[in-house]
Every structure is written in C-alpha cells, then in structure tokens.
C-alpha cells in the first residue's frame, strides 16, 4: 500500500482549528503525489490532480487517527 503510515504523519499541537490540525506538510503532500505518479508509471495524468488526491488522501488519514 502506497499511502503514507499514519504514526509519520506529523501535525502542529498548537493548531487553533480542525483544518490546521488536518493538514499534512508540503514535504508528506509531495512525496504522497509521486508515490501515485509512480503508481500509474508516469502515464497520463496530471500533476495537480496528483497533488490534490495525495493532499486528500493525508487529510482523510489524519481525520480518522
């Protein structure tokens, strides 16, 4: 499984909202996007909806955890 283990996900303990508390790193979002651009061999696809559905996807973990 490609997604990211949850105990790395890191978040700011000091976070005044949900979403601030939610939101992984540029570092975890970047690595998550080319994780699925190697998933689908570079084929066709986008960048930015890579970007968007890793982001997703780390926000969704980091919800249930």
């Excluded at 508390?21 to 960048?47: M, V």
């Excluded at 996807?57 to 919800?63: F, G, P």
């Amino acid at each position: 499984d490609l997604i990211a283990d949850v105990s790395e996900l890191t978040f700011d303990p000091k976070a005044e909202t949900e979403e601030e508390r939610t939101r992984p790193t540029e570092k975890q979002i970047r690595q998550r996007a080319y994780d699925i651009w190697c998933h689908r061999n570079g084929g066709p696809g986008s960048d930015i909806d890579d970007w968007r559905q890793a982001e997703a996807e780390l926000r969704s973990q980091r919800i249930r955890s």
